[in-house]
């Protein structure tokens, strides 16, 4: 015999398809409790009908609704306004399924992780233009310390003969226009802005990072944490690579020119952001990169699977390897 | 101007382009472009950017099959942005759903279903789903009934075993059923597409369907093919 059921109703037939017994549902009126209804079947749980039926028909094999087990037989399937109150219920789990997905931080991360890079770009090149345009007005100002202090010295001064006072330089003689002063002026306002709005980005994804990726933002620090966790496109891919791919994760292009034309493999992608790995000798840098993207699969998997979070002690451990790697090798290897 | 002829009461063939009735009027849903023949808005069916609209330009016989009928019941796995479905909306269901049928989209992407969820405000009949389309158990029990057209585009390895049972499950006997395969996504065995295609025409015919027509989209939607079969 068999019980057959859906979110719905239940039904006990026999082998020939017969129906011996129906209990219904009849709530599905109400949207809230519909959509409870529905979650409940569709995490294969048992509903109230089967278990009012199965206390009558004790030894029945249950099955749910479209199981290929089942005989045919004429189910009571639901009428045209139950289905039409199904279709609701399902726009609104589905509603609720794309609601769900703004909280989940690896999409949040991407958004302002590449949002960041991108205005990260465009200061690059604001605030370049900035200097060469200053010191096409300026050629005795230097600027290799003050360089970011340019912006806000320019939109201090008045006019050219303000900077070069600011500046403590001599004045040339030609200088811009008013109208192009203006506009320099402008052109450092808003690297200033941009400035000011890239810091306040890096900030959320610091936080973000810190908090989605703990252990790896312990041993990475935030920024090349999330950088990692976007390029794996989510924190469980990330969780699952194994530490070669962890270690040239951002160097697709040499690894796979690589593979294809057989040129030396990187060593590093974005872990060399690490300044164990960027501020090591050139020879060394690919066996740190080595041991701490190997670590680094441990952290995020800590982090993924629930594991203990990492403390600074494990993390100091890792900086002492790092500096027995770099006194081990003092020199160059000899080929 | 070529010769007119509707393939349906929504469907209209003009020459070399497929157009639909909108069921939604002055709306084009994904930038394509509208046209009144006699007075009724239509959109263009644009075959490049949907699988079924080429199969419906290359179809040699089965043109007229091919379609769901108005106001029957559809299920369509991999429904991304909705282009396609958006036409089978117009054919099936119809302003304010008037030939009241019922089209279930299902796809896997949070991203893709907030435009079906934007697009079922506006087009009644459509019910958009988050789910796997390999998952059947997770939603489907929001399918109650057997549907009469089944269409599935979901471009991942097994597309054919996920084709076959979702036929199974849902389609009714007699019903239609549309897999786009995308060879590609299926193994290479080295010998080519059309190995991978003769080895799935077998792997539905030994599942005891019939195949009405195999359309290959060469040209339109390259690597994939399309199989139309009955159950």
Known sequence: MW??????????????GNILDIDEWSGWGDLDRLCARLDMVSHQEITPEVEVLLSRFPDV?????????????????PSAGAIECLDKAAVLISKRGVDAAAGDPDRRLEHILRASDELRAAYITIEGRLIEWVGLFLPEARFE??????????????SLADLSKLLDIGMPERGPSAKEWQCLGDWARSACEIKIRLESMEDVVRELGA?????LSALLGPILASRLCVEAHGRARLARLPAGTMQILGAEKAFFSHLKTGTPPPKHGHIFMHPWVSHSPRWIRGKISRMLAAKATIAVRCDEFGGQLWTEEAIAEIADRVETIREENPYPSQR | MGKKRRLSGAVLIDGRSIWTRNACPKVSQYGESLRRFQGVEHRRWDPTRSKLGAALARARHTQYDLLPEEGSTCLYLGAGHGTSLSHIHDQVCGPDNQMAGRIIAVDLSPRCLRDLIHMAKIRPGLVPILG????FSAWGVMVSTKVDWLFQDVSQAGQVGIFIDAVNRFLKPGGKGLLSLKAASERWTGQGERA????????????????EEQINLHGLEDNHSLFFIYN
Request: charged content about 30%.
């Open chain 1, 145 to 158: 310390r003050e360089r970011a202090a340019l912006a806000d010295k320019v939109l201090d001064s008045e």
């Open chain 1, 61 to 77: 094999q249950v099955r749910i609704h479209g199981d290929p087990d089942l005989p045919n037989a004429d189910w009571p399937l």
């Open chain 2, 132 to 135: 796997d389309a390999r998952n």
């Open chain 1, 211 to 215: 908090s989605h990726l703990p252990s």
């Open chain 2, 196 to 211: 991978v295609f003769e080895s799935v025409a077998e792997q539905l015919l030994e599942a005891g369907f019939t195949i």
């Open chain 1, 3 to 16: 019980l057959w059921y859906d979110w719905r109703a239940a039904a006990v037939a026999d082998e020939r």
